[in-house]
């Protein structure tokens, strides 16, 4: 049974940087592949950066390219996601994902999913 929580999300100022964790269970990233989504209310979910389990690509949107970055421990279970330069267009609820097919890089592609964490920047 897959389990995925996300955690490390918070208030951050303009400019500023937040880490945040991807935990699972039940997952290997040598068999599954995983993704960092984000939504805001009223908006779609949008895909911020998908990992190819087969070469370990990444693959970044427009809006995050350079500022965001996303790693796997070798643990096989535990994913991140480091957001500098952080801006208030970077608020919402972020989302980790995984699953075993793919490697698409879009929301409706992911069977699992954790709870989300909200980040809120603002000055």
């Known amino acids: 049974q897959v389990q995925i929580a996300e955690s490390g999300g918070g208030l951050v100022q303009p400019g500023g940087s937040l880490r945040l964790t991807c935990s699972t269970s039940?997952?290997?990233?040598?068999?599954?592949?995983v993704a960092w989504f984000r939504q805001v209310p009223g908006k779609e979910r949008e895909a911020v950066g998908c990992v190819n389990k087969s070469d370990g690509s990444i693959y970044y949107s427009d809006s995050v390219k350079g500022r965001f970055t996303i790693s796997r421990d070798n643990d096989g279970k535990t994913a991140y996601l480091q957001m500098d330069d952080l801006k208030p267009e970077d608020t919402g609820v972020y989302y980790c994902a995984s699953d075993i097919f793919g490697p698409v890089c879009r929301p409706e592609e992911y069977e699992y999913w954790g709870q989300g964490t909200q980040v809120t920047v603002s000055s």
């Open positions: 039940g997952v290997i990233w040598t068999y599954y592949h």
